[in-house]
């Protein structure tokens, strides 16, 4: 059936939104861009890892860790208060290694802090290095990475470099789910250029998951123990920088990092709830920030599972306008064929995504009713931590372990 003009004007959001995206969401710069310092002259690069029950991942970290064609750098374990044997694991890599890896058993959780931020700043406080890398313990690392993040942080005479990285996801909600929490971010930060070039702190964004600091940056606005009570500590870090009018510098690192953030449905609402309502509050004006979390779950409902229900709705709701309805649906598959490319995900997932959208839309609104309550790692916060903070293929990279 033919569409009339009506239908394809009411469904141009839908239409644009597939046609613009590839231009709209750049994939520059890319970390791998910046080029590699001199050996000689390499300055001495701290790598701080923030360990809370990460039995599991720390030894797959560690293995790509220790490869770093880096010339000068050391490990520091922190040790957060584990239960899992990740103390244990962390004391024979040190012990294997001890020319690189230093571990530190972190001491127990002051009142009025987060746990990674407690973590991270311990790890600062027995750090070396003239540079500082903070990285989680789901990441893995290409042999270069370090290189292209010191070379960047040289060249492009900044005072923080942070990445994307490609985002591996393998389970059935994984796939489902992640592709728009990732979307979200990637349409409100969609141009990296705007986020080094402004001035504005709610334009910036950092991932916590590879953050790069000059140790001369990190002290001036105070590391981790100014951004103490944020859960979203990546993003305060982020604005602390430009509001004290130093440089921040955001990159894509697909090809030098992969992390696999949550493994289970139980992991993704844990994780998604502790920080999308903060997160998205910190990145507006505040006259918006009570609404923000409700208005994207409401978009999320309305813009993606509107038209497919109105397909479904047709049979029995005469007045439904289908033609625009089909226009719309069509329109957003291939935005989310698109997506879940970009991904390395199975395409035969963007099938799926109005029951994405709506596990999104679901996670929204479990942030913003969880409010100043936030459960994460076992511990859980209460306070302004949780309301001030102010973001596949079935085999990864070669460096991924399988």
């Given at each position: 059936?033919?569409?009339?003009?009506?239908?394809?004007?009411?469904?141009?959001?839908?239409?644009?939104?597939?046609?613009l995206?590839?231009?709209?969401?750049?994939?520059?710069?890319?970390?791998?861009?910046?080029?590699?310092?001199?050996?000689?002259?390499?300055?001495?690069?701290?790598?701080?890892?923030?360990?809370?029950?990460?039995?599991?991942?720390?030894?797959?970290?560690?293995?790509?860790?220790?490869?770093?064609?880096?010339?000068?750098?050391?490990?520091?374990?922190?040790?957060?208060?584990?239960?899992?044997?990740?103390?244990?694991?962390?004391?024979?890599?040190?012990?294997?290694?001890?020319?690189?890896?230093r571990?530190?058993?972190?001491?127990?959780?002051?009142?009025?802090?987060?746990?990674?931020?407690?973590?991270?700043w311990?790890?600062?406080?027995?750090?070396?290095?003239?540079?500082?890398?903070?990285?989680?313990?789901?990441?893995?690392?290409?042999?270069?990475?370090?290189?292209?993040?010191?070379?960047?942080?040289?060249?492009?005479?900044?005072?923080?470099?942070?990445?994307f990285?490609?985002?591996?996801?393998?389970?059935?909600?994984?796939?489902?789910?992640q592709?728009?929490?990732?979307?979200?971010?990637?349409?409100?930060?969609?141009n990296?250029?705007?986020?080094?070039?402004?001035?504005?702190?709610?334009?910036?964004?950092?991932?916590?998951?590879?953050?790069?600091?000059?140790r001369?940056?990190?002290?001036?606005?105070?590391?981790?123990?100014?951004?103490?009570?944020?859960?979203?500590?990546?993003?305060?870090?982020?604005q602390?920088?430009?509001?004290s009018k130093?440089?921040?510098y955001?990159?894509?690192?697909?090809?030098?990092?992969?992390?696999?953030?949550?493994?289970?449905?139980?992991?993704?609402?844990?994780g998604?709830?502790?920080?999308?309502?903060?997160?998205?509050?910190?990145s507006?004006?505040?006259?918006?920030?009570?609404?923000?979390?409700?208005?994207?779950?409401?978009?999320?409902?309305?813009f993606?599972i509107?038209?497919?229900?109105?397909?479904?709705?047709?049979?029995?709701?005469?007045?439904?306008?289908?033609?625009?309805?089909?226009?719309?649906v069509?329109?957003?598959?291939?935005?989310?064929?698109?997506?879940?490319?970009?991904?390395?995900?199975?395409?035969?997932?963007?099938?799926?995504?109005?029951?994405?959208?709506?596990?999104?839309?679901?996670?929204?609104?479990?942030?913003?009713?969880?409010?100043?309550?936030?459960?994460?790692?076992?511990?859980?916060?209460?306070?302004?931590?949780?309301?001030?903070?102010?973001?596949s293929?079935?085999?990864?990279?070669?460096?991924?372990?399988?």
């Amino acid at each position: 059936m033919p569409f009339s003009t009506t239908d394809v004007l009411l469904a141009l959001p839908w239409i644009a939104l597939a046609v613009l995206a590839p231009v709209l969401i750049s994939r520059k710069p890319r970390l791998s861009d910046g080029p590699l310092p001199d050996p000689g002259n390499a300055p001495f690069v701290s790598v701080i890892v923030p360990a809370r029950n990460e039995a599991e991942n720390l030894p797959g970290l560690v293995a790509t860790l220790l490869t770093s064609e880096y010339p000068r750098y050391e490990i520091i374990l922190v040790d957060d208060s584990s239960i899992d044997g990740t103390s244990d694991i962390a004391d024979k890599l040190a012990a294997n290694h001890r020319d690189v890896i230093r571990v530190v058993h972190g001491e127990p959780l002051p009142d009025g802090w987060v746990g990674k931020c407690w973590a991270c700043w311990q790890g600062y406080r027995h750090a070396k290095g003239d540079v500082l890398v903070f990285t989680d313990a789901d990441t893995r690392h290409h042999s270069r990475l370090l290189g292209h993040a010191v070379g960047t942080l040289t060249t492009r005479r900044a005072d923080l470099v942070t990445t994307f990285p490609r985002q591996l996801m393998f389970t059935f909600w994984e796939r489902v789910i992640q592709p728009h929490v990732f979307a979200a971010i990637m349409g409100r930060y969609r141009n990296p250029s705007h986020v080094n070039s402004t001035r504005n702190p709610r334009d910036v964004i950092a991932n916590g998951q590879f953050i790069t600091f000059t140790r001369g940056a990190y002290e001036a606005i105070g590391g981790h123990e100014a951004v103490k009570t944020e859960i979203v500590e990546d993003l305060a870090l982020a604005q602390r920088t430009v509001a004290s009018k130093r440089r921040l510098y955001l990159t894509h690192g697909q090809d030098l990092i992969a992390t696999r953030m949550y493994r289970s449905l139980r992991a993704i609402i844990e994780g998604w709830s502790r920080n999308l309502a903060s997160g998205s509050r910190q990145s507006v004006d505040p006259w918006l920030r009570p609404f923000l979390p409700w208005l994207s779950a409401a978009f999320l409902v309305a813009f993606w599972i509107g038209p497919p229900a109105a397909l479904l709705m047709k049979p029995f709701v005469a007045s439904v306008p289908f033609g625009w309805a089909l226009a719309a649906v069509l329109a957003s598959l291939v935005f989310w064929v698109w997506m879940h490319r970009r991904f390395s995900v199975p395409v035969v997932t963007a099938l799926l995504y109005p029951l994405g959208a709506f596990m999104t839309a679901m996670l929204f609104v479990r942030s913003a009713m969880l409010g100043d309550r936030v459960t994460w790692r076992g511990r859980r916060y209460t306070g302004p931590a949780a309301t001030e903070s102010g973001v596949s293929r079935a085999s990864g990279p070669r460096w991924w372990p399988s």
